[in-house]
């Protein structure tokens, strides 16, 4: 374990994709076309991407031990992925999400598995400990348990302890006492949506320096084909998007906050890191699947030259031998 590990703390699923020719109203019938099942999960899809650039990467979830997720975990090893930090909670159902594609869009289902906790010892709270950055969900941050600690004291010990938390906020599935949790990150990510719902009526810039002030390094609001916004105690960065074939938006969000969070670990720059996410989230766009992301940082780079970007930059910072 080396202060060069991310450890990526939440869900692992199969994903059963549907296609459907367009999203029903309620008391409507539709058919739905069966497509193949992928390796998915918010988290653990965020945890591929960072392993594929070359990211050390580890995974903690709690779920059951049964065949399914025997599977999961061994596909996560595939893929170069530690998972000797996760737990076993076998009253919990088997982790699975359905994805109802349409031409432009997605609608995702996720079945509850149960009361999924992660229940940290002494030995696991030490590991996350001596991480370079933690990387989770809203929700996830709130399953976190150790001795008498709140999630939110957890956060905040960690950060003590030097790690680096990441949080993907995505659309902002808030409940009481997550704004507390939010505010105890160093970096968060948010889409415009989620933004409007952390707003909840106050004027944006208002949302915005209550944040930094109160400890977050950085807030990326993501703004789908048009880029995203990097909020930092040095005042905003504003990446423009880039134009792409859409395919399929699933894993997308994941793909970049992943992507961000590698290379702003290598360069310390955020502009670099916003340009390189916009790369990769877009290019996970054109292809089908949650996994559509997983590529290598070569891979993200051709694509960004292929949109008339200038990469130059970019593989100075994220391609060592070429320095």
Not at 5 to 14: E, R, T, Y
Not at 173 to 179: A, K, N, V
Not at 209 to 225: C, F, H, P
Request: with cysteine.
């Amino acid at each position: 374990m080396t202060r060069e590990d991310a450890i990526f703390i939440g869900d692992v699923a199969l994903d059963e994709y549907f296609g459907v020719e367009e999203w029903p109203a309620l008391g409507d019938k539709v058919w739905a076309e069966p497509r193949e099942a992928e390796l998915g999960g918010m988290i653990a899809n965020a945890a591929s991407v960072h392993a594929a650039l070359g990211g050390s990467t580890r995974f903690l979830t709690t779920m059951n031990d049964g065949p399914l997720s025997r599977r999961l975990l061994a596909e996560l090893n595939g893929q170069g992925i530690d998972t000797g930090l996760c737990l076993v909670d076998d009253s919990l159902a088997d982790s699975r999400c359905l994805i109802f594609l349409t031409a432009e869009q997605h609608v995702v289902i996720t079945p509850r598995i149960g009361e999924q906790r992660f229940e940290l010892d002494d030995a696991s709270f030490a590991t996350l400990g001596a991480a370079r950055s933690i990387y989770s969900s809203i929700g996830d941050l709130r399953r976190l348990r150790f001795g008498s600690l709140s999630a939110t004291e957890i956060v905040r010990a960690l950060r003590a302890a030097g790690v680096r938390v990441v949080l993907d906020l995505d659309v902002a599935d808030l409940e009481p006492g997550d704004r507390e949790l939010i505010g105890a990150t160093d970096i968060c990510f948010v889409n415009r949506i989620g933004f409007e719902r952390l707003a909840a009526g106050e004027a944006h810039e208002t949302v915005v320096a209550g944040l930094l002030t109160g400890g977050m390094t950085q807030l990326i609001v993501t703004l789908d084909a048009d880029g995203c916004i990097v909020h930092g105690s040095d005042g905003q960065t504003v990446v423009g998007g880039i134009a792409a074939a859409v395919v399929d938006v699933t894993g997308a969000g994941d793909t970049f906050c992943s992507s961000f969070l590698f290379a702003f670990d290598r360069s310390g720059d955020a502009a670099i890191a916003a340009q390189f996410a916009n790369g990769a989230g877009a290019r996970a766009t054109e292809s089908h699947g949650a996994r559509s992301g997983v590529g290598t940082v070569g891979d993200v780079l051709d694509y960004l030259s292929a949109a008339g970007q200038d990469t130059g930059r970019l593989a100075a910072a994220l391609l060592p031998d070429i320095r």
